[in-house]
């Protein structure tokens, strides 16, 4: 136990015995003399400074013991004052005086006076403590709630900051949207007169076409009527219209029409009698025929520009209308965008200035609860406690007392577990006596309750779901879409962060000018012939047309159709070989045209060294042959109904149609005809058996096209030689050539090889051939 203080002199001066009255209510009225204490006691150390280190100290206690000891150290340093002066001094602090009464005080007047001030220095002492604790915590809540305004006016001038960000990417991109939505109409503006210009184009050479149609049919009249009346007369007229047409449309054929015309004046200078007559007139009709079929092709290659042109100006249109639309919308999302953040900046910024005034007075608050805390801490330290103490002391020095009280010593407090880790808890703060009471004031109270823990739990970040996928950004070539999520609840104090606002994946890789999507290939063809070395082919089918600027591979390309070599062996007898092995449904389609000459040896080639050695038949497993004619019109002469017994009848009834040869129409209604008739288990083999004067060039290989695309194998047997469209059969016929073309020189040859010729073609549309 620590000693009492002492002295190593006595006091002689008469003490004074004072009544015991409480009187703690009247030290505020007593300011000025404590003042004048305090004054003293500031010779030891300057009280503000001992104020200031007693609030910052981590051990409060120790800094009350070292500042009441300084005073007291004072006391005892000094002679106490006269006794007038402490009894007006006792009766501002415990009330009236009492008369003088002796030289000396009683013990026990001293020891109520003792116990008067003692119970004051202990209630100064614990408020002491407890203004000391208050003061600690209340500057840091002010400052906690201030760093907290200070947080807030950063994240209001961010926003802020962001949202002007906006409103100047926004103002900066609308009138580049706007410009480019004016170059986008004139863009259209423009595209849609090419258009109207390149359709008129078409009008005006489909009126030029019609306008041949018409010059072609008075000039067919007029040469029927010659070659019907056979007059003479009428040759130069002929010639003078035929003249005409042909410096009114200068087409290839025209220029052989004009050659022809001149031989109608050689004609009408030369012509003795009627002998010419037929080879006159057959070859003017030949050359009509074929120009009506050249017109005829021409205006249906005409017809398919002008769709396809259309197509590509509606497709072209449609696009930029969407893209004008787009950027309609675009433009109208920017200027709703800038309203919206500029009312947006409005409400922050109100918001910004109305936290950071906020801020300022938290921050002037903390300031001020700091000056008032340091007052009243230096009041009760130095004025109150100090002045209590010395006053008791200096009593007991003018008592002639040697020893003087000792009040209790206790610890620091010493705080148990808090009730929360964060967010403000309670515990149950204790302390320990160190130097027990002597005379002097007793111990504070050693157990109090006291917040704990006030920092703010760390608060995580909180985002909202995921909004849908945006529309793509790009149709084709690849492009982007997004998803966004807003924050609402911003991360703090140490708090996990915010995870990704924006999450982005690419969409439509698909390339905008893409080449085609093929099928899988096929199962193998049958071998095309029989013997020979003949060819299985397989084929991708084309699932899906190219776009853009994308490609396709041809038809026959390595990509699109394969073949391997089958029936390498040599072929039998040719002239006696029959057919055998897997069904066919074979069409045999027979140009009637004007231009076939001798069609009795065709007939003959087909009843007698052809059908019949079909293995024609009404089964399942038979092969049947349907017979299609055709010159500028097409029928079906019989059908897949029936032998050879059924067909002859048939092939003898076949005539000449005359006209001209259009292919197409031929090709068409067998299409037709093999989709409604033809076999699952039957190989589909259509066989063209023509002179080669095709009027319809172009169509006719329009409708090839189609037909090979669905499967079916087609066939040219030419009779004839000099064709005037040599290079288009192989455009016609299923590849390879030396399988699918037959070249004969006429139809005498026909006629007298027809057994050979015959056999040669069953071996390369059979499976199997056999000679009886």
Same mark, same amino acid.
Request: proline share 5%; glycine share 6%.
């Given at each position: ?465 995921? *909004?849908? =996928?945006?529309? $793509? #950004?790009? !149709?084709? @070539?690849? &492009?982007? %879409?997004?998803?966004? +999520?807003? /924050? ?33 290939? *096929?199962? =193998?063809?049958? $071998? #095309?012939? !029989?013997? @020979?070395? &003949?060819? %299985?082919?397989?084929? +991708?089918? /084309? ?230």
């Amino acid at each position: 136990m620590r000693k009492p203080l002492r002295r190593a002199w006595t006091l002689s001066a008469p003490v004074v015995e004072l009544p015991l009255l409480w009187a703690w209510l009247l030290l505020p009225a007593s300011a000025a003399s404590m003042a004048s204490m305090r004054a003293r006691g500031l010779a030891v150390e300057g009280a503000a400074a001992a104020t200031a280190r007693l609030l910052s100290s981590d051990s409060p206690q120790s800094e009350i013991r070292r500042v009441v000891q300084a005073h007291r150290s004072e006391t005892l340093a000094r002679a106490p004052p006269p006794m007038l002066v402490l009894q007006r001094q006792l009766r501002l602090v415990l009330g009236q005086l009492s008369s003088q009464v002796g030289l000396r005080s009683s013990p026990a007047v001293l020891e109520k006076t003792t116990i008067a001030l003692n119970r004051m220095i202990a209630e100064t002492r614990w408020e002491l403590d407890e203004k000391v604790e208050e003061c600690r915590e209340r500057p840091d809540a002010l400052a906690d709630e201030a760093s907290d305004a200070n947080l807030d006016v950063q994240e209001l001038a961010a926003q802020v900051s962001s949202i002007r960000t906006e409103v100047l990417q926004a103002t900066e991109e609308y009138p580049e949207d706007k410009e480019y939505l004016i170059s986008m109409k004139t863009e259209l503006r423009e595209e849609k007169r090419d258009c109207s210009m390149e359709l008129r184009e078409h009008t005006e050479r489909g009126e030029s076409i019609r306008a041949d149609q018409d010059a072609v049919r008075k000039l067919g009249k007029m040469i029927h009527d010659f070659c019907v009346n056979w007059n003479l007369a009428q040759v130069s007229a002929v010639g003078d219209a035929a003249r005409a047409a042909a410096r009114a449309s200068p087409r290839p054929s025209w220029t052989s029409l004009l050659r022809l015309a001149e031989s109608f004046d050689a004609a009408h200078r030369h012509l003795r009698s009627a002998s010419p007559k037929t080879d006159f007139c057959d070859a003017i009709k030949d050359h009509i025929d074929a120009l009506r079929g050249e017109i005829e092709d021409n205006a249906g290659e005409l017809d398919r520009e002008r769709q396809e042109q259309k197509r590509q100006c509606e497709e072209q249109a449609a696009k930029e209308l969407q893209e004008i639309e787009r950027i309609a919308r675009r433009k109208g999302d920017l200027s709703a965008a800038m309203s919206q953040a500029t009312g947006r900046v409005n409400v922050f910024s109100e918001r910004l200035r109305e936290r950071d005034d906020e801020r300022r007075r938290l921050r002037e608050d903390a300031r001020f609860a700091k000056r008032q805390c340091e007052k009243e801490v230096d009041e009760l330290l130095h004025e109150k406690l100090c002045g209590l103490v010395r006053l008791r002391d200096q009593l007991w020095l003018q008592a002639g007392k040697q020893d003087l009280p000792q009040d209790c010593q206790v610890t620091e407090w010493a705080g148990g577990e808090c009730s929360a880790s964060c967010g403000g808890g309670t515990q149950q703060a204790t302390r320990l006596v160190i130097v027990a009471a002597w005379k002097g004031a007793e111990c504070p109270p050693l157990k109090m309750h006291r917040r704990c823990n006030e920092n703010h739990c760390p608060q995580n970040c909180v985002v909202s779901f995921w *909004t849908g =996928w945006s529309a $793509c #950004s790009s !149709a084709c @070539d690849g &492009g982007i %879409q997004e998803r966004t +999520r807003a /924050v609402t609840t911003k991360e703090r104090y140490g708090g996990d962060p915010c995870p990704e606002l924006i999450e982005m994946r690419t969409c439509s890789p698909r390339a905008c000018s893409r080449d085609c999507e093929l099928g899988s290939w *096929t199962e =193998w063809s049958l $071998c #095309s012939q !029989a013997c @020979d070395q &003949g060819s %299985q082919r397989r084929h +991708r089918r /084309v699932m899906w047309p190219p776009e853009g600027a994308g490609s396709c591979p041809a038809e026959d390309a390595p990509q699109r159709m394969e073949s391997r070599p089958c029936n390498v062996e040599a072929c039998p007898d040719l002239s006696n070989l029959q057919c055998a092995g897997p069904p066919l449904d074979v069409v045999l389609l027979v140009d009637s045209s004007g231009s076939m000459s001798a069609f009795e040896n065709i007939q003959a080639f087909l009843k007698s060294s052809f059908a019949p050695r079909l293995a024609l038949g009404t089964s399942a497993d038979a092969s049947h042959m349907a017979l299609i004619q055709f010159s500028d019109t097409a029928k079906v002469l019989s059908g897949f109904d029936g032998d050879i017994n059924t067909l002859a009848p048939k092939i003898d009834s076949m005539k000449g149609m005359g006209g001209y040869s259009m292919l197409s129409h031929g090709l068409a209604l067998t299409g037709s005809f093999l989709a409604e008739a033809s076999r699952p288990q039957a190989a589909p083999t259509i066989i063209v058996l023509t002179d080669g004067h095709i009027a319809d060039p172009f169509l006719a290989s329009q409708q090839a096209a189609k037909l090979r695309s669905q499967g079916f194998r087609l066939m040219l047997i030419l009779v004839g030689e000099n064709h005037p469209n040599d290079d288009l059969f192989g455009k016609l016929i299923t590849q390879p050539a030396r399988e699918n073309l037959f070249r004969v020189n006429s139809t005498l040859q026909l006629k007298a090889n027809e057994k050979v010729i015959g056999g040669s073609v069953l071996s390369r549309i059979c499976g199997e051939v056999i000679v009886p």
